[in-house]
């Protein structure tokens, strides 16, 4: 399950930014009740900043509602922040203003949903070429098919003919026939079977090595999230608490809430590394209207003290590249709690 | 058509009744009825054995004969021939009414659907309006307003049926949104008109031609209604409506001088309604899910 | 509660608000040309024109007029026709009572048959007794009501003398001669309706019947009978009771007709010869007491919802 594969450009001059988020934030007003009543909003997104290279992955888990899938709908400019930045693309365009030019392609966790049943395979794929003459889109829309493996003859079939497989492989096609700068892949592996998601897995791999795409991989599984991604974003409430290198998932988690979820991950039988103490968070994450003064995290960290509970961490770089938002880094561990005041969490 | 018919949600646990073999005789029946009028609209001025209008083709209210397999009614005119005639009105009125309010509603529900927000707000108020108003009020203002006649008074029915096209669209449009296959479309820079087109028309056909059926039916009656009250096509065109309006007073004597003009059309409403409820159930709750999305 | 309420309330007086409007152009349409001219006849002198013209402030400007039309209507002033030379009011006031009686007759009739019959329907749902009662009740729906009606008259008038009497006597002079000129008319508008309540309340109930807390209600050894008539009826009643709201324009459709056939003097009745004798001032009236009555019946439907679904107060 260890993470062996080295970055493409790890040396050598940087790759271009395709993905540039400055302190983006979303908001969605609820209806008021009453007219009396101030009126809120959920804060879905508030206040994240990521920055993403071309030919890089960069990984978001987080549980569900915690605002990972409102920053892909964000990446993808088909909503648009309520404050700062999101800009994509080699010029950084703002991606409202660049959705629908082709520089971002998205594939969704349903491929059943995200394929119209009338349509049959190839008019989905060429769907991304709009303004291609008819002998070139032909052309690429068979090079895609054959690129995510599938044999010609599917390009004539319709989506109910497809296995679950079959069809997130033709969304696939058609998020890489329009050469994206960045694609992003919201739960798409999530409502795949384990056999399936390692081909798929393995096919966007392959992919990133031959066009230099850039992937966003949102997920609520950490284990797909740390195989294909460089960097991972741990998201809570709204807020990235964690951002670090994908080889410190192993040992070099320093946010509690990041190590809980680490350390729930399945892992078979004797993987050769030293068990793992299982951190069994209480209770629901908080309303995400009316998010905790402190410490988003206090309510259910078990390592909170007063003054988390009073004064909201910063997300600060501990060591290069590795970004955490919290007053305790690092006293949490996965081998368990180095000052410990929490409750004796179970054994694996 | 078939990836949505197929698509059964399952059973809940309960195991429901087996549908019943003869739904489909029901349905070929009504259909052939349907056929049957249709030839006799096209065909109608070639086969009348009299010209619809002439006057004293027979006597007066002579019942059922070998001359008059129908009678004649009060001004001699041959009632075979004026049932016949009286197909092709009652037939165009339900196509105008229908494929009126198929256009006009479709356009609206779509658009209030798709585009949500403001737009949303202000067609559905319009639909739930149109809606808040008694039926037959309306088209009876329409007609007032606009004359009456066999396009007016079809438009006034059309525009009536307007908001229940609209409403089944407007739904069915919102849950054909849910799913990503929109959300892929804006991706690939495809415009509102074309995702509208493209993508939502086509899913939401089976819920469209289910409502068109059930539509039929009602629209058949209302202008037969209208045109008993006067409003349809001017006399001395036939028209069942008018037709059984007329004779009316000759009911309790010559009461064939109603009866073949009122089966004749109650028949066809019958044939409309059939297939109307053949095809409702798809809408109805076992397959709703199926027909909605 | 009193949210819920409110909210009916104010959409119900701006659906009327709006209506009020189109009605009033509605009316004003009707007659083509100039109104005054219309009145006093091709032939009048141009200062009588004139002076009808100022008489029914047909000189303002149109919203002025409709202005002052809806604040007189607030009032309870709806006009005096111009055509008859009588007070809307009083006319409306003998046609109303006329067409409420029958519409609510025939809502009765047909919820009492419908409902039932329906329940039976669903219970035995897809069965040949399914059909056996769903076919009947299609052929009767298919019979419209003009010729229900003629058909009913022809009855009442051939067989049935003793229960049909022609001639229209109020319900508070004699209520017995009042219902014998009632009763078939508000057959002939209730019994086609009834089709429409029984094929609501057969898909209601088979909906519910799938359900499963009706499967529970069976392996906790409910009697059949209860489980259909008390435990699915209930939940199955809010659509049925929706639909209500929707037949109160079927039986609007039906008063037209069945008051014509019956030449009973109500509302529908009224429309009609207003119509065809071009009296924009009362047809505005009457359609306006029509749609609002309409109106009124969907939100006493609406405020009734409630009592039956406590869950759409949450909504």
């Known amino acids: 399950m260890t993470d062996d594969r080295t970055p493409p450009t790890a040396q050598g001059d940087e790759p271009e930014i395709v993905l540039d988020v400055q302190d983006a934030v979303r908001h969605y007003p609820l209806r008021r009740r009453s007219l009396r009543e101030p009126r809120r909003s959920v804060h879905a997104v508030d206040g994240v900043s990521v920055r993403l290279r071309s030919g890089r992955t960069l990984g978001i888990v987080g549980e569900s509602g915690c605002g990972k899938s409102t920053l892909g709908r964000l990446i993808t400019g088909l909503e648009t922040p309520t404050s700062g930045a999101v800009r994509v693309g080699a010029n950084g365009t703002p991606a409202a203003a660049a959705s629908g030019r082709g520089t971002v392609q998205a594939v969704f966790q349903d491929p059943a949903s995200a394929l119209d049943p009338r349509m049959m395979v190839r008019q989905s794929v060429a769907e991304a070429l709009g303004g291609v003459g008819r002998d070139e889109r032909d052309r690429r829309v068979d090079e895609a098919i054959a690129a995510v493996g599938l044999t010609p003859d599917f390009g004539s079939r319709y989506p109910h003919e497809l296995s679950g497989g079959q069809q997130q492989r033709v969304c696939i096609a058609r998020a890489i026939v329009g050469e994206p700068d960045l694609i992003l892949l919201d739960e798409a592996v999530s409502s795949l079977d384990a056999s399936l998601q390692a081909q798929i897995l393995d096919l966007l791999e392959r992919l990133q090595r031959d066009t230099g795409t850039a992937y966003v991989f949102i997920s609520h599984d950490l284990r797909a999230v740390r195989q294909v991604s460089h960097s991972v974003a741990v998201m809570y409430l709204g807020q990235v608490v964690e951002q670090a290198p994908a080889e410190a998932f192993d040992r070099g988690l320093l946010h509690p809430y990041a190590v809980a979820l680490r350390s729930t991950e399945p892992r078979i039988l004797d993987d050769g590394v030293e068990p793992v103490e299982r951190v069994v968070l209480r209770g629901e994450p908080p309303s995400a209207v009316a998010p905790p003064a402190g410490c988003r995290f206090a309510p259910r960290c078990p390592i909170v003290e007063d003054h988390c509970r009073r004064v909201a961490p910063d997300l600060v770089e501990a060591t290069p590249g590795h970004l955490v938002r919290c007053h305790r880094p690092g006293d949490l561990t996965l081998s368990g709690v180095a000052r410990a005041d929490a409750g004796t969490p179970a054994e694996v | ?293 | 509660m009193l949210l819920y309420l409110s909210k009916k309330l104010a959409g119900a007086f701006g659906v009327l608000l709006v209506l009020s409007a189109l009605i009033f152009f509605a009316g004003r349409g009707l007659v083509p040309g100039n109104l005054a001219t219309a009145i006093a006849g091709a032939k009048a002198s141009p200062e009588t024109i004139a002076a009808i013209t100022h008489d029914l402030g047909l000189d303002k400007p149109i919203y002025q007029q409709y202005l002052d039309w809806l604040t007189a209507a607030f009032r309870g002033d709806l006009g005096t026709s111009p055509i008859s030379s009588q007070a809307n009011v009083d006319v409306i006031a003998q046609q109303t009572p006329i067409s409420l009686e029958l519409s609510l007759m025939g809502l009765l009739i047909a919820v009492v048959i419908g409902i039932p019959v329906g329940v039976m329907a669903a219970s035995r749902a897809g069965s040949g007794t399914d059909w056996g009662i769903r076919v009947p009740l299609l052929v009767v729906f298919a019979f419209p009501a003009f010729v229900s009606g003629s058909a009913a008259l022809y009855l009442g008038t051939q067989y049935l003398t003793n229960l049909y009497s022609a001639s229209y006597i109020p319900f508070s002079e004699d209520p017995m001669a009042n219902l014998q000129t009632m009763l078939l008319p508000a057959l002939a508008v209730g019994v086609p309706t009834a089709p429409l309540v029984t094929q609501m309340t057969r898909s209601s109930m088979i909906e519910v019947l799938s359900q499963p807390f009706i499967a529970t209600a069976r392996t906790n050894g409910i009697a059949e009978w209860r489980i259909t008539y008390v435990y699915a009826l209930r939940a199955a009643l809010p659509p049925v009771l929706t639909l209500i709201g929707f037949i109160f324009g079927l039986l609007v459709g039906g008063l037209f007709i069945v008051e014509e056939i019956f030449s009973l003097p109500g509302l529908g009745r009224g429309v009609l010869s207003s119509i065809s004798s071009r009296d924009f001032s009362q047809v505005t009236a009457q359609a306006l007491v029509m749609a609002g009555a309409f109106i009124l019946g969907n939100l006493l439907v609406d405020l009734a919802l409630p009592f039956v679904d406590r869950r759409i107060l949450r909504k």
């Open chain 2, 1 to 293: 058509m078939s990836t949505i018919a197929e698509r059964r949600p399952p059973s809940r646990g309960v195991r429901l009744p087996r549908r019943w073999p003869v739904r489909g005789v029901v349905a070929n029946i009504a259909l052939s009825l349907i056929l049957l009028y249709v030839v006799l609209a096209v065909l109608g001025p070639y086969i009348t054995p009299f010209a619809p209008n002439q006057v004293g083709a027979g006597p007066n209210l002579s019942p059922p004969s070998s001359d008059h397999w129908f009678g004649t009614d009060a001004l001699g005119r041959d009632q075979l021939s004026r049932v016949i005639t009286a197909v092709r009105p009652a037939l165009l009125a339900a196509l105008y009414a229908v494929t009126f309010a198929l256009a006009i509603g479709t356009v609206i529900g779509i658009a209030a659907g798709f585009l949500g927000g403001l737009w949303d707000g202000a067609l559905s108020r319009v639909v739930d309006l149109l809606f808040a108003i008694p039926e037959y009020l309306l088209a009876i203002l329409v007609i007032a307003v606009m004359g009456s006649g066999l396009v007016n008074a079809s438009l006034a029915i059309g525009i009536v049926c307007i908001p229940r096209f609209a409403r089944i669209a407007r739904g069915s449009t919102l849950s054909i949104m849910e799913r990503s296959f929109i959300d892929a479309a804006r991706l690939c820079g495809r415009g509102r008109l074309w995702i509208m087109r493209r993508h939502i028309l086509p899913n939401i056909a089976s819920p469209l031609v289910i409502m068109t059926a059930i539509n039929l039916s009602t629209a058949e009656a209302a202008y037969a209604a209208l045109s008993f009250l006067g409003f349809g096509v001017r006399p001395p065109a036939a028209d069942y409506g008018s037709m059984i309006s007329a004779s009316q007073q000759y009911l309790l004597t010559d009461p064939w001088v109603v009866a073949f003009p009122a089966i004749a059309f109650v028949v066809l409403v019958l044939a409309f309604n059939l297939i109307g409820d053949v095809m409702r159930d798809r809408l109805d709750p076992r397959s709703r899910t199926s027909a909605g999305a």
